[in-house]
């Protein structure tokens, strides 16, 4: 079988609307929303809080240490949500509470990566924001981060390593990460973290394709949806390829509208199921979509990253649309997250409803598989190089393997498996120095290896398989009219 393996930071089409503590992407909704009718009320009774009310006394009154009550009673509100044993639900303090919502509609200085903790250590949860410092740096999902500016993660807080991390524009900060076996250390600049969510362009080889990638769902995609399909048609699009790679989810009612676009009214977008079994559905009409309709031919693109929201809209595509879904099996997130407001500035997101494809498939930690599988080649999988010191011959390690790998990749005659740095990696090290104006030194610094990456960047995007059979698959359509 086939390892799961998430798209490489090289291509730079990564996503999303996540700051660094967000606990991944997913499909959320608010309690002004339709769904609201459908939540179980359930007053709290004062005798099930009474153990916890004697306890927080028994603190107060009788600790000798110091004591931060506010500190105190967050802690016991982020044991409630923890105790739920599902990573998508948390309670969020007033500074956490406020970076979710410029996740969904503003912008935040940061280094652009959503973490989660994993086995005690902060963890990459999903691909980095596309253009962010984590994505030039090769963060990938599923790294771990040891170390920020030498001072050890382990046994602190996702707040306190998160704090730790982000800055403002044009500062540094220093990860040691752990990937696999491999250990290297990353060095990045923070930046202001922009979050428009859909990049629409023409094909560059057909003029008559359309192609857009959406990162996220975000308060304004739906609008940025539109207004990328009305621009790609005036410049002449007839079909269009719908790029939701690596693409962590977002707000529930922008990819119903969105979703109700490329539908007929009353075709089934997706299903939902509460805590009690109840069943209702979500369906096309002009009253989401305003009557603006997308009847051109479509085909969607989806990968491992593609998650939540991104999976709800590739459903509906596929059992509602007959849309072509080209890529390999998705995240397998099907659940839908309320987002509530305290007094207090503070919030808790709460998973209340799984959500279901149109024909009734739950698709949680399964994933949605695609019409027709089309992956990246090998090498899109391997690691950046490690930043950590200067690479030259006589060295020995899994890292000089990867360079080895990656400079095998775009064609030098090394041994990609071996962990040498020999004379034969010196050489096409020097190559790559030389045709690109770079000091010819033979080793591999930081320069020599933003370009080594640069240029297996460009291989892969000459060799995206999955978007160049979403465009045969359009042409083929073209040629039956």
């Known amino acids: 079988m086939k390892e799961k393996r998430q798209v490489p930071y090289y291509q730079y089409i990564v996503s999303i609307v996540c700051v660094a503590f967000l606990v991944g992407g997913g499909s959320y909704i608010y309690f002004d929303h339709q769904y609201k009718k459908q939540l179980a009320s359930r007053p709290i009774q004062s005798s099930e809080l009474k153990k916890v009310d004697n306890l927080y006394n028994e603190i107060v009154t009788n600790y000798v240490g110091k004591i931060d009550e506010e500190k105190l009673v967050d802690g016991a509100l982020k044991g409630m949500t923890e105790a739920l044993d599902d990573p998508y639900s948390s309670y969020l303090n007033e500074p956490e509470a406020d970076e979710l919502d410029q996740s969904i509609s503003g912008s935040f200085e940061g280094i652009g990566a959503t973490m989660t903790m994993t086995d005690d250590l902060p963890t990459v949860a999903q691909a980095p924001i596309k253009g962010s410092p984590a ?10 981060i040891i170390k920020v500016d030498d001072e050890e993660t382990k046994g602190k807080t996702l707040t306190e390593v998160v704090s730790k991390i982000r800055g403002k524009k044009g500062t540094e900060v220093r990860l040691t990460i752990v990937r696999g076996t491999e250990t290297f250390e990353l060095k990045l600049k923070r ?83 509460d805590k009690n079994g109840n069943t209702s559905e979500d369906a096309a009409s002009s009253d989401l979509d305003d009557g603006f309709k997308v009847n051109e031919p479509t085909v969607v693109l989806v990968d491992e990253g593609s998650a939540s929201a991104s999976e ?74 490690s930043r950590d010191k200067t690479l030259k011959v006589g060295d020995s390690s899994s890292v000089v393997k990867n360079v080895n790998a990656l400079l095998k990749a775009l064609g030098y005659e090394v041994d990609a498996e071996s962990n040498e740095y020999s004379e034969e990696t010196k050489n096409a090290v020097i190559a790559i120095q030389t045709d690109n104006q770079l000091p010819v030194t033979g080793e591999v610094d930081n320069e020599t290896a933003d370009q080594i990456e640069v240029e297996v960047a460009k291989m892969i995007t000459a060799n995206d398989q999955a978007y160049d059979v979403g465009i045969k698959e359009l042409q083929k359509e073209a040629e039956k009219k």
């Open 312 to 385: 709800i809209f590739a459903a509906a595509l596929k059992e509602s649309g007959n849309k072509e879904i080209i890529g390999t099996k998705t995240f397998g997130k099907g659940t839908v997250q309320t987002v509530k407001n305290f007094n207090d500035k503070s919030e808790i997101k709460l998973t209340v409803l799984k959500w279901l494809t149109p024909k009734g498939e739950w698709i949680h930690e399964k994933g949605l598989k695609p019409t027709i599988k089309a992956d990246y080649p090998d090498y899109a999988y391997l690691s950046p190089i």
């Open 135 to 144: 994505a030039k740096a090769g963060m990938k999902a599923n790294d771990q």
């Open 191 to 273: 930046d202001t973290i922009p979050l428009e969510t859909v990049k629409g362009e023409l094909d560059k080889k057909d003029s008559t394709i359309g192609s857009i990638k959406i990162s996220s769902f975000g308060e304004n995609t739906y609008k940025e949806l539109k207004d990328a399909i009305i621009s790609l048609r005036k410049e002449g699009a007839k079909s269009f390829v719908i790029d939701l790679r690596q693409n962590p989810g977002g707000l529930l009612d922008q990819v119903e509208q969105m979703a109700s676009m490329f539908l007929e009214d009353g075709k089934t977008i997706v299903k939902f199921e």
